[in-house]
């Protein structure tokens, strides 16, 4: 992935989901990785306050290989950053807009999707380089302010609601309507624990819940 030109390829992504695997352990990584493959997703993302995440994040990136692209979430700090590059994530994703997390991300030519949740720092984390903006928690990121960012925030920018999405048509639809990108999915796809017969289970939901509300 270029990220330069992040929005030319999520546009064309048949299923524009990132799955959040928050408490994740290297013991499932890989049958989660294939799993989620299986159901069309291709962006996955291990927060660091997994267990052993980077170990995880390593996993994933040689079972996904040039299928998809790996990172990680709730990253805080530069230091961070190039633990996550050395592990081969491609992904570096927050849920703050820290200018020197997402300037020091694109140095190492990976993608930066830094939280935002006002417009001022949206546009920090335009100026800082950010590849997309995670709106969050989109809980309090309603459709309604959604299409408020979308007037002013630059159509080459993606924007993806995390927060509270359920594999509803409707709900993603109000999101897509209102200039949202796609979304990011945590709670209700995975949850630290459970089987993986039902993480199949949730993200077959959420791909059939895409499809309608694409159609």
């Not at 996955?44 to 079972?63: D, G």
Request: glycine share 10%; with cysteine.
């Amino acid at each position: 992935m270029n990220p330069e030109n992040f929005i030319s390829q999520w546009q064309q992504e048949p299923l524009p989901l990132v799955a959040i695997l928050r408490g994740i352990t290297p013991k499932d990584a890989r049958e989660a990785a294939e799993i989620l493959l299986d159901c069309g997703f291709r962006y996955l993302e291990v927060p660091l306050n997994s267990p052993s995440p980077l170990e995880s994040i390593a996993l994933m990136r040689k079972t996904v290989g040039e299928r998809g692209y790996v990172g990680a979430g709730t990253v805080l700090t530069v230091e961070q950053v190039d633990a996550v590059a050395e592990c081969g994530g491609q992904l570096i994703i927050s849920p703050n807009c820290c200018p020197d997390v997402i300037r020091h991300t694109r140095q190492l030519g990976l993608v930066s999707l830094p939280g935002i949740m006002t417009p001022s720092e949206a546009f920090s984390a335009i100026a800082a380089g950010a590849s997309a903006l995670k709106l969050f928690p989109a809980e309090q990121i309603t459709p309604a302010i959604t299409k408020a960012f979308r007037a002013v925030v630059p159509r080459e920018i993606a924007m993806l609601p995390v927060g509270g999405i359920q594999p509803d048509a409707a709900q993603m639809r109000s999101y897509i309507q209102a200039g949202a990108n796609g979304f990011g999915l945590g709670g209700g796809l995975y949850q630290a624990g459970m089987s993986m017969i039902l993480l199949r289970e949730r993200a077959q939901a959420y791909q059939r819940a895409w499809h309608e509300c694409a159609e």
